[in-house]
């Protein structure tokens, strides 16, 4: 019987025309060792898959030391045959089970030999995750704790680096840096304009309107004041920043990667923290104070706006009301905070660009997730400082 199965499988002409045929698989064990699996039938995407639960019986045989593919009676196949057959070739290949494919098609025979030259990638395939909220959390966790370990990595490089840049011994391009400040700078004028105004706009009108109750008007510039130089300005100067040069640091440095072109420049022994990652923090520290300090005028002017225009106030007493009230060292607390918001900004952009992967859809998660914990970073870091300027009464 089983010599009459295998002359059948041999006799059928592969390039008769007939009817599509269900896929089917016959599995046959020989006595010296051999299994021949005979695949016949047509195997394309949407045919439903034969049990193949006979041929992984015989290859987990102790006394299995072969297998035959033999696929006399195959008609038309594409992608589902081919995933059949690396399937059962790697199990087979796994258990020391010796493959002969001397009767496949050329076409396949072709293609299984390319799939085992190029292996698969490490961490391609996307293993199956327990679920459960406890399994959840545990991720969680886990992927925090990576992410500190990864932080405070790239915080000791930007040290190192600024450490090399104080002795002189920074590599990187001066016209790099002249282009950076003009991007993080002058080029973010506009957009800072137009927020700071609106934001000293709304919380004029949002003071005045109980102000006004009282008819104690005059104290719009104190609010509006205060808002801009200890709070407003450097906050919303830094959230315009971070989803402006932060997400284009993180694109920048991320396309990089995705060429092998800081794999490149650490062949031609470059720091790529001194090359890339140094002028990029240069650039948003030398600049944010200046952009902050810009937004603090901005967001008074707007104030000023709607005092005049709309509290019958004069221009003199809004200025007048706002030097009385806003001192120096309410510019330096607001300026300080640009500051600090800067390098979180450039820490946040520049490491999520590094560690972003190969592919085109992991610059988009770079960029996205470079604005996100830099305005976590921001907000986080704007609450702390506010609690100790307040509790050292500055």
Known sequence: MTKALLDNAHERPANQAKAAEPPHVDCISGVDGKVSVVFSGDWQVGSAIPDLSAVHAALGADTTRALVLITSGLGTWDSRFLTQLLSLTDLAESRGIAVVTAQLPPGVRSLLELAHAVPERAGVRREAEPRGLLAGLGRQAVAIAEDSRGLLDFVGECTLSLGRLLVGKARFRRFDLARLIQDCGAMALPIVSLISLLVGLILAFVGAVQLQMFGAQVYIA?????????????????????????????????????????????????????????????????????????????????????????????????????????????????????????????????????????????????????????????????????????????
């Open 222 to 394: 104190d609010l509006v004041g205060l808002g801009m130089t200890r709070e407003m300005g450097a906050l919303m100067t830094a959230v315009i920043v971070s989803g402006r040069s932060g997400a284009a640091f993180a694109a920048q440095l991320g396309t990089m990667n995705v060429n092998q072109e800081i794999d490149a420049l650490k062949a031609m022994g470059i720091s790529t923290f001194d090359f890339l990652v140094l002028p990029r923090l240069l650039a948003l520290i030398s600049m944010m104070p200046i952009l902050c300090l810009y937004a603090m005028l901005m967001g008074i002017v707007g104030g000023a706006i709607v005092a005049v225009a709309f509290f019958d106030m004069t221009v003199s007493e809004y200025i007048t009301e706002t030097l009385r009230v806003v001192q120096m060292r309410h510019f330096l607390i607001g300026l300080f905070k640009g500051l600090v918001f800067g390098v979180l900004i450039g820490i946040a952009g520049c490491m999520r660009g590094m560690q972003c992967g190969r592919s085109a859809s992991a610059v988009g998660d770079a960029a996205t997730s470079a604005v996100v914990t830099s305005i976590v970073f921001i907000v986080v870091s704007d609450s702390v400082l506010t609690l100790v300027f307040n509790r050292l009464r500055i």
